[in-house]
């Protein structure tokens, strides 16, 4: 069984003094940092996105459809050529090569060979696409609740923010968090585009790793069960906040 | 700030009408893969046998828990080293175009699988039981009863699935295949000027995709009349 010798992760790699194990294990550390930076562009972007677009004012329903039908409808791979790529040519020559030049040295990352540069068009790139996914989400989550509650609110006195601060809001977080839980497996599992313009993070690593080893199914079953765990237990831990916020009565409550 | 030069796109129109050729070669085999073993795999999740239901369970479960470009991968780098364990030969077995479309057919199968089953799903109970009573087998009473209205339901979201996985394409640059974008990348690498290519294939998905997008939504809501 020498095609399935794990022996080799704790060799020293050719770089940054790390084992192949350690290389592995960055990989992991930057798939997480990418993706969970991302999601707090996502998530915050997405949901204010999404509330804009259930609005009955025009200014603000109009730019958020636009937003989310030009991120939707180009795919991911391209979007992060054009922010990596693209992006500093169009700006002003100056700050585009301040972001080329100066920026990539304000800090060092830990672990990384890659720069700071590389990391924000990564994160920038993946949480502005998956805004637009957040935020189909949470419009149709604000538009499963029966209209009565708008209403409702109105008719109590209550202006619209008001009605979307403690009539809508509160019972439409709760409706979308199995679909946000899939969002951030999403972000999750699309950080790995990132390797396109050179974040070296999990699938990124492994494919490293089995050019220097040729360790092919060692490696990849590694990284890949590395993916599938985490996946689990995002899952798990999301089930357990569905049901502690869970409103009785309301939204299916556990049980599958 | 560069100044753009659309001439660049319009040299390179062949090439990268020979890369969209590619994409959508690509598109077409791993939708019609991905929807025929996706129905295969849908209807073993919805046995009753544990044999089928709980392995292809598990099967799209882990499929679905791994990013696109690692089955890419999985098979770019695996199908020559198996094919060569059988033939005792090495290198390029089956080349990187027809190892992505493994990788394409078997992540869109868990994909429209999950759909395909929800489709099933939405057909009440009472239609299979009714084609059984009438003396149906279980691949007539599938065939002729239950997928048929169940294809007509999920219509507009395999759609939606389509042009997602027209835009998961793409992903193919991993292998250095030259799709519409790969052949872009080519392109700009020759002639140092990536801006315009790239805004090019941009735009380009942009008009498909969103084109498309309207087709669903307008077909959704005309379905919608027809239920009420």
Not at chain 1, 24 to 45: D, E, K, R, Y
Not at chain 2, 77 to 89: D, Q, R, S
Not at chain 2, 167 to 182: A, C, H, I, M, N
Request: net charge positive; glycine share 6%.
């Amino acid at each position: 069984m020498d095609w399935l010798n794990f022996a080799f992760f704790l060799e020293k790699a050719p770089s940054g003094g790390m084992t192949y194990l350690g290389w592995l294990a960055s990989g992991v550390l930057w798939t997480l940092i990418v993706s969970i930076c991302a999601w707090v562009i996502a998530f915050s972007l997405g949901a204010v996105l999404g509330v804009m677009r259930t609005t009955p004012i025009k200014w603000l329903s109009v730019p958020a459809t636009i937003y989310v039908d030009i991120f939707r409808n180009i795919p991911l791979l391209v979007q992060m050529f054009l922010w990596y790529f693209v992006m500093p040519e169009l700006i002003p020559t100056a700050m585009g090569d301040w972001l080329k030049q100066t920026y990539p040295y304000l800090l060092t990352l830990p672990f990384a060979q890659f720069s700071l540069w590389e990391f924000t068009a990564a994160v920038i790139c993946l949480g502005l696409y998956t805004a637009s996914r957040v935020a189909e989400q949470v419009r149709s989550g604000i538009q499963s609740l029966p209209r009565g509650q708008t209403n409702a609110g109105l008719a109590m006195g209550f202006t619209l923010p008001q009605v979307y601060r403690h009539v809508l809001l509160p019972m439409a977080f709760r409706l979308i968090i199995p679909p946000m839980t899939s969002e951030f497996l999403t972000i999750f599992k699309n950080s790995s585009t990132a390797l396109v313009i050179g974040v070296l993070e999990l699938t990124a690593q492994a494919r490293q790793i089995n050019e220097y080893t040729f360790q092919t199914f060692p490696t990849f079953i590694v990284a890949t069960a590395v993916y599938i765990v985490i996946t689990m237990t995002v899952i798990f831990c999301m089930r357990l906040l569905e049901k502690r916020v869970a409103v009785p009565g309301y939204v299916s409550q556990g049980g599958h | 700030m560069l100044e753009l030069d659309w001439n660049i796109v319009i040299k390179n129109l062949p090439l990268l009408w020979k890369g969209m050729v590619l994409s959508l070669k690509l598109f077409a085999i791993a939708l019609v893969g991905g929807i025929f073993f996706g129905t295969l795999l849908a209807m073993a999740r919805l046995s009753s046998w544990w044999i089928l239901r709980k392995p292809s369970q598990w099967l799209v479960d882990a499929i679905r828990a791994i990013p696109f470009i690692m089955a890419i991968f999985w098979f770019y780098f695996l199908t020559p080293k198996i094919v060569g364990a059988f033939t005792g030969e090495q290198g390029e077995a089956i080349g990187p175009f027809w190892s992505a479309v493994i990788a394409f057919i078997l992540v869109e199968s868990a994909y429209f699988s999950e759909i395909i089953r929800a489709g099933i799903q939405s057909i009440p109970r009472g239609q299979p039981w009714a084609a059984y009573a009438l003396g149906m087998n279980y691949w007539q009473a599938m065939g002729n009863v239950v997928l048929p209205q169940a294809f007509r339901n999920m219509l507009p979201i395999m759609l939606t699935q389509a042009i997602i996985l027209f835009q998961d394409t793409s992903l193919v640059y991993v292998v250095g295949l030259k799709d519409f974008l790969g052949a872009a990348s080519t392109a700009g690498q020759i002639s140092g000027r990536v801006v315009e290519l790239y805004l090019f294939v941009a735009l380009v998905y942009l008009v498909i995709c969103f084109s498309l997008s309207r087709v669903v939504k307008r077909l959704q809501e005309r379905m919608d009349v027809g239920r009420t």
